[in-house]
């Protein structure tokens, strides 16, 4: 698709979002419960719950624009669109979305520039619910935290993941230097949603066989949606993301 076109469709469909939801365009970080990326290790790991993480790759697909290595696809589009929107708050999983960089400017602090985050922004603010508490998907982006002591949180990241029966769901990261898996689950690199219901169906499966699963999945906007599912069937997942990649820094 020609790119100015592809865009112009983008900006419509974040229009009419806004159009029934134009008071959000006021919102401001105080509007909700918002957790540091410490604070959301904390919570994930003392509540128990799973997380699902949108970064402007999620967030910019909700609207049209392909991910890398997942061209579009409207069911998993569609599937995106209600994760965030549907999320009051934390049951099975915290769903971490960047309000940091969509309602401040913490740009330099997170290695990003404006003008990637324009369209994220108002592609979320008309989903997202005043009050509810969302955690930063920047938690397991180890080189983009915001923490005065980085050392003690890779540990405590780590934690996460001890005396659990690690199911890693991903590809092209040496997961074992850092913990010790049960098992792994590769997955395509490219076109992941393709093989959805196959996975789910896997991971599930092996989780099962394990007393204290847990699953951590790297596999780009198809592991956000991986995570909410498998939380929302009683597993405990983490969109991890390339955590296991950024522990080596």
């Known amino acids: ?13 974040i ?3 806004l159009a029934c939801n134009p008071f959000k365009l006021n919102a401001s970080l105080e509007d909700f419960r918002f957790l540091s990326d410490r604070e959301t290790i904390e919570y994930i790991k003392n509540s128990n719950v799973g997380i699902v993480r949108y970064g402007d790759g999620e967030l910019n697909y909700t609207v049209g624009y392909p991910a890398v290595h997942q061209t579009q696809n ?3 589009k569609r599937k995106l669109t209600n994760v965030l929107a549907g999320y009051a708050g934390p049951k099975t999983y915290l769903l971490a979305v960047p309000l940091d960089l ?22 979320a ?3 997202l619910k005043k009050g509810a508490v969302y955690g930063s998907p920047f938690c397991f982006r180890l080189q983009d935290v915001i923490d005065d002591n980085p050392e003690e949180y890779k540990e405590l990241v780590l934690s996460l993941f001890k005396e659990r029966d690690v199911i890693y769901v991903g590809s092209g990261q040496d997961v074992a230097k850092h913990i010790s898996p049960a098992t792994s689950i590769p997955i395509p690199s490219h076109n992941t949603y393709k093989y959805y219901h196959t996975l789910l169906k896997k991971i599930t499966n092996e989780a099962n066989q394990f007393k204290n699963p847990l699953i951590a999945i790297s596999g780009g906007v198809t592991a ?21 990649g950024h522990l080596k820094l």
């Open 15 to 17: 229009a009419a979002r």
């Open 125 to 127: 603010l008309p989903l």
């Open 224 to 244: 956000t949606i991986l995570a909410a599912e498998l939380n929302e069937k009683g597993i405990l997942a983490y969109d991890t993301g390339s955590l296991f």
């Open 102 to 123: 969509l309602l401040t400017k913490n740009y330099a602090e997170r290695n990003s520039t404006p003008e990637n985050w324009r369209a994220p922004k108002y592609a």
């Open 74 to 76: 409207a069911t998993l």
């Open 1 to 13: 698709m020609n790119k100015k076109i592809r865009k112009l469709k983008v900006w419509s469909r």
